[in-house]
């Protein structure tokens, strides 16, 4: 599938739409933090559940309109399953949410393929990182495990290993994927802690759903800059003139 032809102004727009879209989600969420059960909060809730599902496709707009590749626009697609999922509740569909964060997180891994770079110059380097990543997932799923609900605990660590792979590989398409990376490390590491029932912060949601957009917002634009998908449409280079009635 080849991508749709630039258009800045249209993409501009979008971006546009997409923050200021996740600025009136994360008040909601804080609203519906500061006075739970009350008619203003239970307004902030519906205000909440019903731009969560909006924010990913704004992205992906975005995305195919600069230009970018279609798998990407798939990427954030399959986050907005994801995050529609996770509203409705239930143990089925958080399954089918975690199943389509994952098939984001493989979009993801193919374009660090496609569009990436080498991690670091020195092999050593490289291997100490990806020491430090592994690191983290093991001791995540280790302090997890005991506090997971046995039917969650081996679909909770394969997921927490292809987030892994995710973060370790946004590395190859520069800084701002690799904060994505890590930023989506974050934001589902306050998931799972719920479901262990860790102590959290004060409107978890809010956090959560910062991180998260964040998040996506830095994976994208970095894939895009790895991809060398520009700001603005590249002008045609001119053509030479034609010498008529030369002989």
């Known amino acids: 599938m080849r991508p749709l032809a630039h258009r800045p102004r249209a993409a501009r727009a979008l971006l ?71 509203q409705i509740g239930g143990e089925r569909a958080f399954r089918a949410g975690m199943g389509s964060f994952a098939a984001g997180h493989l979009c993801y891994l ?37 506090d997971l609900p046995a039917d969650l605990r081996i679909p ?9 792979a995710t973060a370790f590989g946004a ?4 800084p701002r994927a690799a904060a994505g990376g890590l930023l989506f490390l974050l934001s589902d590491s306050l998931i799972a802690g719920g479901l262990a029932h860790w102590p959290h912060l004060p409107a978890p949601q809010f956090w959560i759903m910062l991180t998260y957009t964040a998040a996506q917002y830095a994976l994208a634009l970095g894939v895009l800059a790895a991809a060398a998908v520009p700001d603005e449409p590249v002008p045609p280079a001119p053509r030479p003139p034609v010498a008529y009635g030369a002989a």
Do not use: E
């Not at 374009?111 to 770079?117: E, I, Q, S, V, Y």
């Not at 909770?156 to 892994?164: C, E, F, H, M, N």
């Open 171 to 174: 590395l190859r398409a520069g």
């Open 16 to 86: 546009v739409a997409f923050a200021v879209l996740a600025v009136g989600h994360l008040a909601a969420l804080l609203a519906h933090a500061a006075a739970p059960g009350s008619g203003p909060a239970s307004f902030a809730d519906t205000a909440a559940h019903l731009t969560k599902p909006a924010l990913m496709p704004l992205l992906a707009a975005h995305v195919l309109l600069r230009g970018g590749p279609p798998l990407l626009a798939g990427a954030l697609l399959f986050g907005c399953g994801g995050d529609t999922f996770l």
């Open 156 to 164: 909770v660590a394969g997921y927490s290993l292809l987030l892994t």
């Open 110 to 146: 193919l374009l660090f393929a496609r569009h990436g770079g080498p991690i670091g110059s020195r092999r050593a380097r490289t291997a100490a990182v990806a020491g430090l990543y592994a690191a983290a997932l093991v001791g995540t799923v280790l302090l997890l495990w005991p």
